[in-house]
């Protein structure tokens, strides 16, 4: 996106500040420009050389791990008081019909994927394996919320990375590629052998029991799922950033969604291959499931080394579990919720609109928080927030106010309705239906979806501001709790709307 040149500050040779035009997105000098000679800001704005004897090591905090020169630290934008008072941001200038448009393609292609994966669920609930291990309905969302949690904080990352100018050397681009790509890796294999586990206990804590075999067909099918599809959906994300970059989008935009696109439908695919294969052979070759389990775990030590490598992944090496392992824990609430559905006769069809509700819900709340933290990064320095954000939260500062983010957040909320409308007629027009979905289950479905995104907008709001404050990184922190919550919301805001379908008697076509 090209930058006005007006009201805007660049760096002149000499290292003072003057007038001119903002660098576009990673235009920004990497850290490795400066490590032979160390500067520092002083009061006036001009950058000053520090001798060289007198030399510090970065320190990298879960804050500024994408921003270790003191340059990131805070933005080489100029700042104003008051504008920081007004929590705006400084930020390159954004148009509405710019941002509606970087935003409204990616979450159409994300509408169509969670469709796809939506009616593939449909299909593949006939399976024998579904059939014979329903504990499979409760692995679903927490796999796909995994998954969707790990491409969207890495997309997030790596926009970050690219306003602040941390992508432009080529040494150091790649080796944050390759750091955060190994370190995916690492939380994906891991996380998948939590998710089975997790599923094994809700699934015995409903049923009262829980065969050997069952287990391990758990664990296999979803460490190979969540391997492969992370691996495949990370490298389209480093394409997809990379091509923002060089074609002057704001990658803050369109990362997110793209991200999750095609992922839920990718990531189903894989898990029902996956399950249907190991099931097919664990009466006579049950061993081919342990050394599945054995192969990815011995490649844990690899992504470890590699991930090291980076200061940026080497810190969330130590630092980034807690929120994906919590958002793990929440999206397999989900899927128990969405087991007992799915099994009562009464609320046939949930399972079709389930990853629907909660892949939108999550995506667009994902783009917020991304622009959030984005702004945070470069315009305020550890721990400091606008002062509109340092007293009680309103939900009314969420949507209203003269920043770019509170209208971005009312462009998310407008593309709901509309949004969900054309997605719920595309799922009845593939289902090869010639009926139209009735008034009172359009409406139902509807206002749980805005309900979820609206109440989502909110915590997001809060939300990343608060962990911004606490020292944490939003990029890696966020995202994974707001997905998850997506996936409870909607999970129990569209039970409870197919809940009072059934109770008024409304088959939900006429």
């Known amino acids: 996106m090209v930058v006005p040149e007006s009201h805007n500050d660049k760096l002149s040779p000499n290292g003072s500040v003057g007038r001119g035009t903002i660098p ?7 850290a490795s420009q400066h490590s032979g000679s160390p500067q520092r800001f002083i009061s006036n704005g001009s950058i000053s050389t520090i001798s060289p004897s007198i030399h510090h090591d970065p320190e990298y905090t879960e804050t500024d791990f994408l921003l270790p020169s003191q340059l990131y630290g805070r933005s080489t934008l100029s700042r104003s008081t008051s504008a ?23 979450f159409l292609l994300a509408g169509l994927g969670t469709i796809c994966a939506g009616m593939l669920l449909e299909v593949v609930q006939s399976w024998d394996v579904f059939q014979e291990i329903t504990e499979l309905f409760i692995l679903v969302p927490a796999v796909l919320g995994m ?5 969207m904080t890495l997309a997030s990352r790596l926009s970050t990375a690219v306003n602040a100018g941390k992508m432009e050397s080529t040494r150091e ?20 052998l939590l998710a089975s586990l997790m599923a094994t206990v809700l699934g015995w804590m409903a049923e009262g029991q829980m065969p050997l075999h069952h287990i391990m067909l758990l664990c296999s099918a979803s460490v190979s799922t969540t391997f492969f599809a992370s691996l495949l ?25 793209m991200a999750a696109s095609f992922g839920d439908l990718i990531t189903l695919a894989l898990l029902a291959c996956f399950s249907q294969w190991f099931f097919s052979l664990i009466e006579l070759y049950p061993y081919v499931l342990y050394l599945v389990d054995m192969l990815f775990l011995c490649l844990i030590p690899l992504w470890v080394v590699i991930s090291s490598k980076h200061p940026a992944s080497q810190l969330l090496l130590c630092t980034g579990w807690e929120p ?15 087991d007992k559905a799915v099994s009562d006769p009464n609320l046939a069809g949930i399972i079709v609109y389930a990853p629907v509700i909660n892949g939108i819900g999550g995506n667009l709340v994902s783009i917020q928080a ?46 709901v309705i509309p949004g969900q409308f054309v997605f719920l007629h595309a799922i009845h027009l593939l289902k090869g239906g010639h009926t139209l979905p009735s008034a009172l289950f359009t409406v139902s479905f509807l206002s749980a979806s805005l309900i979820q995104v609206f109440c989502l907008l909110c915590i997001a709001d809060c939300m990343v501001h608060f962990l911004w404050r ?25 039970s409870l709307a197919f809940v009072l379908l059934w109770y008024v008697g409304d088959s939900g076509i006429v």
Request: aromatic share 6%; net charge positive; charged share 15%.
């Open 370 to 415: 991304s622009r959030i933290s984005t702004n945070l990064h470069l315009n305020y320095s550890h721990k400091e927030v606008p002062e509109d954000r340092k007293g009680c939260f309103s939900p009314c500062r969420t949507f209203f106010g003269s920043g770019a983010n509170h209208r971005c957040a009312q462009v998310l909320l407008l593309l």
């Open 173 to 192: 681009k790649w080796m944050l590629i390759m750091g955060n790509l190994a370190l995916k890796q690492l939380q994906a294999t891991v996380l998948g």
């Open 24 to 30: 576009q997105y990673g235009s920004y000098p990497s």
């Open 470 to 494: 606490q020292g944490k990184d939003p990029d890696s922190y966020s995202i994974p709790y707001l997905t998850a919550l997506g996936d409870l919301l909607g999970t129990v805001l569209l």
């Open 147 to 151: 998954k969707g949690n790990l491409e």
């Open 324 to 338: 994906i392992i919590t958002a793990m824990v929440i999206s397999s609430i989900g899927g128990l919720i969405l």
């Open 233 to 257: 959906q990370g490298i389209i994300m480093v394409g997809v950033i990379l091509g923002s970059m060089r074609m002057g989008i704001n990658p803050d935009n369109v990362a997110t969604p």
């Open 84 to 106: 920081k008072d007004a929590g705006g941001s400084v930020q390159p200038a954004e148009s509405l019909r710019s941002m509606l448009l970087q935003i409204l393609v990616p």
